[in-house]
Nanobody
Framework: QVQLMESGGGSVQAGGSLRLSCSAT????????MGWFRQAPGKEREGVAL????????LYADSVKGRFSITQDNDKSMVFLEMTNLKVEDTAMYYC??????????????WGQGTQVTVSS
C-alpha cells in the first residue's frame, strides 16, 4: 500500500517561493507516475505537474509553466515541487498523488493529506 505525505506548505507573499516535498512509502518508483494537484475553495481539484518516475518525463499545467518544477529522488522515494514567482491565484491545498500518467485526478489511486499554500498580495 502506497502512503504519501506532503510537507513544505506555508504562507508567502506574491513573487516568493516554496518547495513542497512528498515522501512515499510502499512505493515502487518504476510503477507509478507522481503528480501534484491543487484545490482552492469552491474549485475542482486540478493537476499542476506530474513526473513519470520511469524516465523523468514531466508535464505542467499551463498556469504554472516556467514557474514550477517537479523533480524526484527515487533513492529516497520523494517527489518535490519547486514553486517560484508565486501568485495569489496559486493559493490552494496542494496534494501529492501516485497513479497513472495523466493530468486528471481520477487516474490516481493514492493521495496524501495535502499541504496548504497561501500567497498574499
Amino acid at each position: 500500500q502506497v502512503q504519501l505525505m506532503e510537507s513544505g506548505g506555508g504562507s508567502v507573499q506574491a513573487g516568493g517561493s516554496l518547495r513542497l516535498s512528498c515522501s512515499a512509502t510502499g512505493y515502487t518508483p518504476s510503477k507509478y507516475c507522481m503528480g501534484w494537484f491543487r484545490q482552492a475553495p469552491g474549485k475542482e481539484r486540478e493537476g499542476v505537474a506530474l513526473i513519470d518516475t520511469r524516465g523523468g518525463r514531466t508535464l505542467y499545467a499551463d498556469s504554472v509553466k516556467g514557474r514550477f518544477s517537479i523533480t524526484q529522488d527515487n533513492d529516497k522515494s520523494m517527489v518535490f515541487l519547486e514553486m517560484t514567482n508565486l501568485k495569489v491565484e496559486d493559493t490552494a491545498m496542494y496534494y501529492c498523488a501516485a497513479g497513472l500518467c495523466t493530468s486528471h485526478p481520477n487516474g490516481y489511486n493514492f493521495w496524501g493529506q495535502g499541504t496548504q499554500v497561501t500567497v498574499s498580495s
